[in-house]
Structure formats: C-alpha cells, structure tokens
C-alpha cells in the first residue's frame, strides 16, 4: 500500500482546554519535527487537525519515529484520496486486492469526522461491497478478520490504513518543567527518569560518583544509559552532572554507626541535588526507589532521608516491584547497558538500619 500521509493520535491532550491544548500540540509538533530530522526522515510538513497530526510524507518509517515521540498514541501510515465515497471505495478495494487472498477474511472499520453526506455505516457498507466485487473468494468477518482495512474521513480528505503503530503515550516532552534525575546506570533510576520524561518532564542527569566504593566500569555503563535517554529527548538536550561522594561516604564511616551509612549518603546525595536543582532552575528531584526494596528505600528510612529538605522528590517506581522496572527498562532500551556486572556498592554495611528515625 502507497503511503501518501501518517495519522498521528494523541490521548490526553484531548481533554486539555483550548489554550493548554494548543500549547501542548504545538510543542508535540515540534517534537515530533526535531526527531523526524535527527533520524533523517524526509517530509513535507505537518498538518493540526481537531484530534490528529498528520504528516504528509511518502516513507512509512516515519510512523515508527513518531510513535517514539512522548505524547503520541499511536500512529499509521496511509494512503490517501478525497473524502468521496466513490474514490474511498476505490482506494480501498485496491488495499484489499494487495492484502487479500481468495479464502480470507475481512473487516472495514470506518470513523468519520466533519460534515458529509454520507455516514460511518455506509463507508464500511459501500467498501466491502467493493473489496467483495474486486476480489473473489474473499467475505467478511467482523470479529476475527484476517484482514482489517481501517479508513478515517476528515472533512479535507480520506485516510485508508491497515497497520497501527503503538506510541509511547504520555506528555510532550517540554510541557512539565525541568527536573533533577538521580542516575546510578542501573535499572531502576534510568526507568524512573523516563516515566518523567514520558510525563512532560525536561532531564537534568545527576550521577553521584561514589569510588572507590564502586568498580571503575560504573562511569561506562552511566554513560550509556545518559546516551539511551538523551534518543529519548532529541530536542531536549540532557545536561549531565558527576559530583564526587566517596570522600563523604567514608566521612559517614569514619564518624556515625556504620548501619547508619545507606541512610546518610542517601540524604547527602539529595541535599547535592537540591543545590543542582536551584542551580539548574528544575522544579523536583527524581529517584529510581521502591518502597521496601532495599535498606534505604523502607517507608522510614525514605521519611528521614529527605527531612526538613524542603524539596519536591518524586519516586515513580515506588509502587512497582523489580520485575515491572526489568520489563520497562526492556523496552526503553537500557537494560542490557544497566544490568552490565560492576559489582554492588562495597560500603553497604552487613546489617544496615532500616528504621532511621529523623529525629
């Protein structure tokens, strides 16, 4: 099937009031303009419409680009013609004779938008009667089809599709503000650092070099997972902060109990982001912590850890366990970079307190 144009659907920012919904689809458009050039993607521009983008554009890959784009639902390639019911059942019967074989089955799913004289009802009507003319052998199944012919009529023209391509989802990315991401190069923060980004959020990266309590290969495997978010964020650069703790953490060592470590480096590590956020004009720090997940993460220890800072902390795997962090690091792209064997920090103590109090 020629691909003439690619449908681009997005969710919530449908239920945004007009000045809001403007702002956000222009800055999604935008988006979606940056990561087209920065993948080499050709096309001639981008139309707004009430609900969709459409990008007029003769390569199907842009459908997969743009489904990568944060804000977008899904996205299609298709074909296109005017929105007459002659040239819809034309165009369509032709999609039908390329995807379809005597023996098969098939569906037309029809959505119409705009005024015209016909309705969604005999858009499907009239097309399958004209799939069933163009190619013997073939009828139609509307629960189980082999084949779905999909066709969405908008008041300037008719689109004709068979393939959706999953987005992300979300918020355009730009939309939220700024915040610091605490990055470790293991899983779980690189996760939580993108289900903000997928929110609207701009990234700060703020990696807390804690040798020689770490292997050397840490710096590596932070650099790779910075370089997995930044494809993420083309158009929104990530700006990457390294500050030293190993002196800090012996500091702790040398001077308090040692259960008493995990706690203190981790209020440490946030009063340094709090000064990175000021600088950095970010509105809220990110962390990668779930409740109970280790010493440092239990509901007490996180209380004590962040009292009296007086900064937004926001935990986005808080509720999740680690095999659903595994399967999000999976499909962003920076699991096989974060599960890279670099050895654990080699200042957790033997028994570690999980009840610091604050006081």
Known sequence: MKCDAVIVRYGELALKRQRARSRYERELVHNIEVRLSHR?????????????????????????EAARVFGVVSASPAAMCAPELDEIAELVS?????????????????????VHTFSSRDVAVVCGNAVRTRVSGVHVDLDSPDVEILVEVRESAAYVYTEVVKGVGGLPLGTQGRMVGLISGGIDSSVAC????????????????????THEDTAHRVSGVWNVLSEWSVGHPIKMYTVPMGDVIERIKEELSSGMVCVLC??????????????????????????????????????????????????????????????????????????????????????????????
């Open 266 to 359: 981790k209020r440490a590590m946030y009063m340094v982001a709090a000064a990175v956020m000021q600088k950095e004009r970010a509105q809220g720090i990110i962390t990668g912590s779930s409740l109970g997940q280790v010493a440092s993460q239990t509901a007490t220890n996180m209380a004590s850890e962040v009292w009296g800072l007086g900064v937004p902390i926001y935990h986005p795997l808080i509720g999740m366990d680690k095999t659903e962090s595994i399967a999000l690091a999976r499909r962003i792209g920076t699991y096989d970079i974060a599960t890279t064997s670099t050895g654990g920090c080699t200042a957790v103590p033997r028994y570690p307190r999980t009840c610091v109090s604050p006081a």
């Open 94 to 114: 032709s999609v039908g004779a390329e995807r379809l074989e005597r023996g098969m089955s098939f569906a037309i799913r029809a959505r119409r938008a705009g």
């Open 194 to 213: 993108w289900l903000m980004m997928r929110r609207g959020c701009e990234l700060v990266g703020l990696h807390m070099d804690i040798s020689p309590h």
């Open 40 to 64: 080499g993607v050709e096309y001639e521009r981008i139309e707004r419409e009430w609900g969709r983008l459409f990008i007029i554009t003769g390569c199907e890959r842009t459908a997969a």
